[in-house]
């Protein structure tokens, strides 16, 4: 194998893993009732509680949400390297540092383009 072959590999195996990771989360969201409607403990009384019980709804959706667009960013990416289109910058066309794909193997751009 050569030496792109092998990054390729690399960051292939990265993205299948992250990918599986985030799958398995959103599958616990959605088991669990990530789109349920706000539960209000009979306990706790009062405004202050539906407010505390709706915030925390609002910041399990966007949590899921989140999760949703960087599956969609990793798919991408595997894409990209199923088309021999990984690591390089989609405006410039120039190479990405691979030690930038390492910290993020979904990003798109170089550096000089993403600023």
């Known amino acids: 194998m050569s ?4 990054r390729l ?3 292939k195996k990265k993205l299948l893993a992250m990918e599986r990771e985030l799958f398995d989360e959103l599958s616990v ?3 669990t009732g990530g ?3 706000v539960q209000l403990d009979q306990q706790s009384v009062g405004r ?3 407010m505390d019980a709706m915030q925390s709804q609002q910041m399990a959706l966007e949590h899921q949400r989140r999760r949703e667009m960087q599956l969609v960013a990793i798919r991408g990416a595997l894409h990209r390297i ?3 289109d990984y690591g390089y910058c989609v405006q410039c066309g120039e190479d990405i540092n691979p030690k930038r794909l390492d ?5 798109i751009k170089c ?3 993403a600023t």
């Not at 910290?103 to 990003?107: L, M, Y």
């Open 3 to 6: 030496e792109n072959e092998l």
């Open 103 to 107: 910290v993020n193997p979904c990003v």
């Open 111 to 113: 550096i000089n383009c």
């Open 82 to 84: 199923k088309e021999d």
């Open 9 to 11: 590999a690399y960051f």
């Open 48 to 50: 202050l509680s539906r």
């Open 35 to 37: 789109h349920a409607t």
């Open 29 to 31: 969201g959605i088991q």
